[in-house]
């Protein structure tokens, strides 16, 4: 990061369903894709460009190319042409399955988290999965709530501390930095009844006793640990895929017409999205 941030903590991107109402769930994006045509209105994603649903976008298109190894992480109008146009298909086909066929998105993840506790979809999704404990015990998920882990795995990141060029007090703003990756801080951040956020340590480095800090940690009985959560993930594409995919999504799936008819216009008349 060229001295410019420090890690704070890891990610990992998510499903998590309600066990109430899926008793066998998925394990593979494919699988997500045919359990929501399977069982229409049960399923949806934050619009693109939603953080959260640009991630989801991502994913999809990681899965109908073969696997996230068969995508370059480097973006080029030619891995764009080769791999977007499949996702987007399969997006476009899952449309009149989504909940309200599509109609509308969630406008974020805590939209769809609400739709989630409303009983409106069985099937949600985070990047921020260590929030999950606190949305169950609160309420604002059902305590049904399970995570859902994939077979091919999911994209996994890591979130930074910016130390900005301007900074006013860079060796204060350093200094919090330090203070945030010390085994005391990461440790308190990532018990689950503060935040539950996994540590970005190499906890064989530290000694016994920072060590200690962590295996004294209670488990969640809603997030699974990060090994099990991260089991076959992989890494994040270049800034560059994201407004191409979301801009290309933005014109051939959100805008395709509804089935029996096209969108409708200002003057009643239907009115057809043009293709790229």
């Excluded at 609160?138 to 049904?144: D, H, K, N, T, V």
């Excluded at 962590?214 to 809603?222: G, H, K, V, Y």
Aim: charged letters at 20%; glycine letters at 8%.
């Amino acid at each position: 990061m060229d001295g410019c941030e420090a890690p704070w903590h890891k990610a990992q991107f998510t499903f998590f369903y309600n066990s109430d109402a899926i008793t066998d769930p998925p394990t593979s994006l494919q699988g997500i894709l045919d359990w929501a045509q399977a069982h229409p209105g049960r399923f949806t994603y934050p619009g693109p460009p939603d953080f959260t649903g640009s991630v989801f976008l991502r994913e999809v298109m990681l899965s109908t190319a073969g696997g996230a190894v068969q995508v370059p992480l480097t973006y080029s109008d030619e891995a764009f042409a080769e791999h977007a146009p499949a996702a987007l298909q399969a997006l476009t086909e899952l449309k009149p399955s989504l909940w309200r066929e599509g109609a509308t998105y969630p406008r974020d993840e805590q939209a769809l988290n609400t739709l989630s506790a409303d009983g409106e979809v069985d099937i949600a999704m985070t990047y921020g999965p260590a929030t999950l404990t606190d949305l169950v015990e609160s309420g604002a998920l059902p305590p049904s709530t399970k995570v859902l882990t994939l077979e091919e795995g999911t994209v996994g990141n890591a979130s930074f501390l910016a130390l900005p060029v301007n900074a006013a007090d860079a060796a204060g703003a350093m200094v919090v930095a330090n203070i945030a990756l010390s085994p005391e801080q990461q440790a308190a951040k990532a018990d689950p009844g503060t935040w539950g956020q996994f540590t970005v340590l190499d906890t064989d480095l530290l000694t016994p006793t920072q060590r200690s800090l962590f295996d004294q940690l209670p488990e969640s009985p809603i997030v699974p640990d990060y090994e099990e959560l991260s089991r076959n993930a992989h890494g994040e594409l270049a800034s560059e895929w994201v407004p191409a995919l979301n801009e290309a999504w933005r014109q051939d799936v959100a805008s395709a017409p509804r089935p029996g008819g096209g969108r409708r216009s200002r003057d009643g008349l239907p009115s057809w999205p043009c293709r790229r």
